[in-house]
RNA sequence: GGGAGCGUGGCGGAAUUGGCAGACGCAGCGGACUUAAAAUCCGCCAUCUUCGGAUAUGUGGGUUCGAGUCCCACCGCUCCUACCA
């Protein structure tokens, strides 16, 4: 018997899969396809266990579809461009490129160690300009179908990275990269306009079966769909008269999802960064005080605000507008607790009905009239028939931001207040009837802000001219060639690099500028998955038949670290791409799987600082690439997080070291190296053992398919086990001798060896693949086998044990016939438990078949 | 503040539509083999027990013949998100 020894094995099992070529992947035939896909890696050093185990999930779908009978699209590349090169290279004085290839390298060959299925043929890397002139030309196209924008606006800085972020980006006030604070600052940048696909990216969500409820509700959540109004108030003078006539100019606009408490509103709000606010106070005595809460607005950092208690801060505008339900004047407030950039950046102040506003009136010693109440406040019976408004303060503590019914309403008191209510129907109707108010959605998802300040990125293809104005390049110049003879380390940039920059304007002709901006990463990520069904096309990013009959990905494995940020550009893409007539499906993944995360055996997160990171080639070393997948599969359910523990680990590498032996076992070729000598003492009849083996082979067939297409791979592996431990009992209480002179037998123990070889071909495939040719005697691979089949008949025991409950408590167990009639088995377990059931009246006997027998008795 | 999820032996976890809780594995304990150890093989392994049983899936209720699973309340933990009007 040959010794199991995955270092022999492995790089040798490697070299052959490679020479055969056996992951090419042709352009799909007829044969129902399935698109495996793991979100690629950003190449950032050596891959981590994280990584092991994404691939791992990828790796063992891929290779169970194929054999199952799929063609299977199992595509690698990766996530090139982005911040970490750059500061590699600054620190290295060296160039983004030279650190980033390198480090595909490396992970690449990690990758072929791992034994991982990829098509080599269809890599994609990010940084290489054939894969970004297609970027670039995607962006034109988004460009004229109108969804590129260039606008000044507010925007988040990261003082770490110098450079805009994303909405996306900024998590509690934070960057996403280095988690540094940062700040807003007003400049020109590009944005994509996924705000035109709020809806449709909202809606779309019902159609994801496939995807975790977390992530669509996350991305629910990030949407944030709102209904509500928007209501005019006209500005008016400090006796409270508005212009008969309004203009634009004169009228301030709110949104609204509670047009019900407008009799309730007793001041009202403006952002700091609210246009207009400058021309509105210019010349007044409030203009200075107005201008120092600005000032101080802007030094309050979003990490700050995050803290949730952040102290408000306002300043009176020494203007009124007219409050358009019932006419009254309302004082204009600037405060730091109104956002600018959702809903139109003033609110209408109701402080009775909303904690935030009830909080700056008690500082402000503002009005706080209650015009909502609950049932049981004892306000309720003094104002619950009042229309006009008697009482302007409370004794609260709180806004009372609950349903309820309007009081001091006008004719709307006695309705009932909240959100979606009566009232604010009633309302929004009687606004819209005086032209003052009308019905409006608003969204919480902002326009992706897409330009960055940084050199290691796709260049946005754009070029500024001073008579033609900003202009894209031409399709036939693409790509934008980042140059490459630019020293990061010396502080230069493309803003900096003269002879990128300059250039000639492609519709006068005469000198022009280039774009210096590149683009997001998140860019090359959101179409990558496309890319990879045709992925040397030089006259377009893909043919839109190859990636018609490859897309959507049937399975989309990655972090949840994603939910938001790459699966929500890439479903923005996909939309956007089959508008522009490209593509013709609507989602680009069908099913997602978000892996939890590899933690120490503390449940600690890996990391540098901590010293606690277990290095994925160490594991190699010491229990071969085989051990590791199988393990990584076996020890959590793949969604949840895993606590490393090298002694499970030594588990795994221990029952391929057993199941190796096994196999030579099952086939007769052991020979004295046999581990199952017979050992009869207490054990089944060698008959017996051969009819559970039997029955066992065929079940766990059928439980190792079911748990593959539900993802359940620990449970797969257990079912695997259990086989293999039926398979050691026959292997007890049977000779060698014995197998070899009854051909059933013989004949069932090799089948067990193939079929056991066959279910672990997915997570081992190097044992597996030896297995199948030494000892097994076939020639080729495995990967091009087919999966074992199984008859659900012959999975079924003939006999089976059933528990007898009275009332509920197991108090005897019955054996029957698995096809006993039910009159039969109730006759049986009554007579079973007839000592319990003495003197009692027996009210029912339910039976559960193949399970139990419940006899309910009083 | 808003949203989502999770609480099962010493540990990781299993229980597919409500049907024998603890599959499978790790650790531990005992045995075989060995001069010995490792490896390997076999067996035991929720808790209490007067050996009849009793108690057990975070806590307390409820629905049901039957609840880890469904409903309500509470406790604890994790993740996401946030002055979004």
């Known amino acids: 018997m040959k010794e199991y020894n995955p270092h022999e094995i492995e790089p040798r099992l490697q070299g052959e899969w490679a020479k055969a070529d056996l992951f090419h992947v042709p352009d799909n035939d007829d044969k129902p396809k399935k698109y495996i896909l793991e979100m690629f890696p950003y190449p950032s050093g050596d891959i981590h266990m994280g990584h092991v185990r994404n691939y791992s999930i990828?790796?063992?779908?891929?290779?169970?579809?194929?054999m199952r009978g799929f063609d299977v699209l199992h595509p690698m590349g990766w996530d090139a461009f982005g911040l970490p090169a750059e500061n590699a290279a600054i620190k290295h004085h060296s160039h983004p490129a030279k650190w980033t290839y390198a480090n595909i390298e490396t992970q690449k060959s990690s990758f072929k160690r791992m034994g991982f299925s990829y098509d080599w043929d269809r890599t994609v890397v990010a940084c290489d300009p054939e894969y970004y002139r297609w970027g670039q030309w995607i962006f034109e196209q988004f460009w004229k179908k109108g969804l590129v924008e260039r606008r000044n606006s507010p925007v988040n800085w990261c003082p770490s990275c110098k450079t805009v972020l994303a909405n996306e980006q900024v998590i509690e006030g934070r960057c996403w990269r280095c988690h540094s604070e940062v700040e807003k600052r007003d400049l020109t940048q590009w944005y994509f306009k996924i705000t035109d696909y709020a809806q449709e990216l909202l809606d779309d969500l019902d159609q994801l079966d496939g995807w975790p409820e977390r992530v669509k509700q996350q991305q629910a959540n990030w949407i944030g769909r709102s209904?509500?109004?928007?209501?005019?108030?006209?500005?008016?003078?400090?006796?409270?008269?508005?212009?008969?006539?309004?203009?634009?100019?004169?009228i301030i606009t709110v949104f609204t999802t509670r047009a019900d408490t407008l009799f309730g509103c007793s001041f009202f709000v403006l952002a700091p960064e609210y246009?207009?606010?400058?021309?509105?106070?210019?010349?007044?005595?409030?203009?200075?005080?107005?201008?120092?809460?600005?000032?101080?607005?802007?030094?309050?950092?979003?990490?700050?605000?995050?803290?949730?208690?952040?102290?408000?801060?306002?300043?009176?505008?020494?203007?009124?507008?007219?409050?358009?339900?019932?006419g009254q004047k309302v004082p204009v407030w600037v405060a730091d607790y109104v956002v600018a950039d959702y809903g139109t950046g003033a609110v209408m102040a109701v402080p009775c009905g909303d904690q935030r506003d009830f909080e700056f009136a008690r500082k402000y010693d503002l009005p706080i009239v209650p015009i909502i109440l609950g049932e049981d406040d004892p306000l309720y019976d003094t104002l619950k028939d009042e229309q006009n408004r008697v009482v302007t303060s409370v004794d609260w503590d709180e806004a009372y931001a609950a349903e309820g019914r309007l009081v001091q309403s006008g004719p709307y008191t006695g309705m009932v207040g909240g959100k979606h209510s009566e009232g604010e129907a009633a309302v929004v109707a009687a606004l819209e009837e005086m032209g003052r108010g009308r019905r409006k959605v608003e969204y919480r998802l902002r326009d992706w802000l897409i330009s960055r300040q940084r050199y290691w990125g796709n260049p946005i293809p754009a070029i500024h001219c001073e008579h033609c104005g900003t202009v894209p390049v031409p399709e036939e110049d693409l790509p934008v060639m980042l140059p490459k003879d630019i020293d990061l380390a010396a502080g230069e940039t493309l803003a900096t690099h003269?002879?990128?920059?300059?250039?000639?304007?492609?519709?006068?002709?005469?000198?022009?500028?280039?774009?210096?901006?590149?683009?997001?990463?998140?860019?090359?990520?959101?179409?990558?998955?496309?890319?990879?069904?045709?992925?040397?096309?030089?006259?377009?990013?893909?043919?839109?038949?190859?990636?018609?009959?490859?897309?959507?990905?049937?399975?989309?494995?990655?972090?949840?670290?994603?939910?938001?940020?790459h699966l929500l550009y890439s479903r923005f893409y996909t939309k956007a791409l089959r508008d522009l007539g490209l593509v013709d499906?609507?989602?680009?993944?069908?099913?997602?799987?978000?892996?939890?995360?590899?933690?120490?055996?503390?449940?600690?997160?890996?990391?540098?600082?901590?010293?606690?990171?277990?290095?994925?080639?160490?594991?190699?070393?010491?229990?071969?690439?085989?051990?590791?997948?199988?393990?990584?599969?076996?020890?959590?359910?793949?969604?949840?997080?895993?606590?490393?523990?090298?002694?499970?680990?030594?588990?795994?590498?221990?029952?391929?070291?057993?199941?190796?032996?096994?196999?030579?076992?099952l086939v007769g070729a052991a020979g004295e190296d046999t581990l199952y000598q017979p050992a009869n003492k207490g054990k089944e009849k060698p008959a017996d053992a051969a009819k559970t083996l039997l029955r066992e082979r065929h079940r766990v067939v059928g439980k190792v398919g079911d748990d593959m297409e539900r993802d359940n791979f620990n449970t797969a592996i257990a079912a695997i086990m259990e086989l293999s431990n039926a398979a050691g009992t026959f292997l007890h209480v049977t000779s060698a001798e014995d197998r070899a002179a009854n051909p059933e037998w013989a004949a069932l123990a090799r089948d067990a060896a193939e079929t056991i070889v066959k279910l672990l071909a997915p997570m081992a495939p190097h044992w597996a693949d030896e297995l199948w040719n030494t000892v097994l005697g076939h020639e080729g691979f495995l990967y091009n086998e087919s999966w074992p089949t199984f008859d659900p008949e012959k999975a079924k025991a003939d006999e089976v044990e059933l528990a007898v409950q009275v009332n509920g408590k197991v108090r005897a167990r019955i054996t029957v016939a698995a096809d006993a009639a039910e009159d039969d088995v109730r006759a049986a377990a009554l007579e079973a438990v007839a000592a319990h059931t003495e003197g009692k009246q027996v009210v029912k006997a339910i039976v559960i078949p193949g399970r139990l027998v419940n006899i309910v008795v009083k």
């Open 58 to 66: 990828g790796d063992v779908l891929a290779r169970y579809h194929r």
């Open 227 to 250: 209904e509500g109004a928007e209501v005019d108030f006209v500005l008016c003078d400090a006796d409270g008269n508005a212009p008969a006539d309004p203009t634009d100019d004169d």
């Open 275 to 326: 246009k207009g606010l400058d021309a509105l106070v210019a010349g007044t005595a409030y203009e200075q005080p107005v201008k120092d809460l600005v000032e101080a607005a802007k030094k309050v950092t979003a990490v700050e605000r995050a803290q949730g208690n952040h102290e408000k801060h306002g300043a009176f505008t020494g203007r009124y507008v007219m409050n358009p339900i019932n």
């Open 498 to 565: 003269e002879e990128f920059i300059n250039t000639t304007c492609p519709v006068c002709g005469r000198p022009a500028k280039r774009e210096t901006d590149t683009m997001d990463t998140f860019t090359c990520s959101s179409w990558y998955y496309m890319r990879y069904t045709d992925p040397h096309n030089d006259q377009a990013p893909f043919d839109s038949a190859k990636v018609n009959s490859w897309m959507p990905v049937d399975q989309y494995i990655g972090g949840i670290e994603h939910a938001i940020l």
């Open 585 to 665: 499906f609507d989602e680009p993944f069908t099913n997602l799987l978000c892996q939890g995360m590899v933690k120490d055996s503390n449940g600690e997160t890996m990391s540098k600082s901590k010293g606690n990171v277990i290095a994925p080639e160490d594991m190699i070393a010491e229990y071969g690439a085989d051990a590791v997948r199988t393990y990584i599969l076996f020890m959590a359910p793949p969604d949840k997080d895993l606590q490393w523990d090298e002694e499970g680990l030594a588990g795994i590498y221990k029952f391929l070291n057993r199941v190796w032996r096994q196999v030579y076992d």
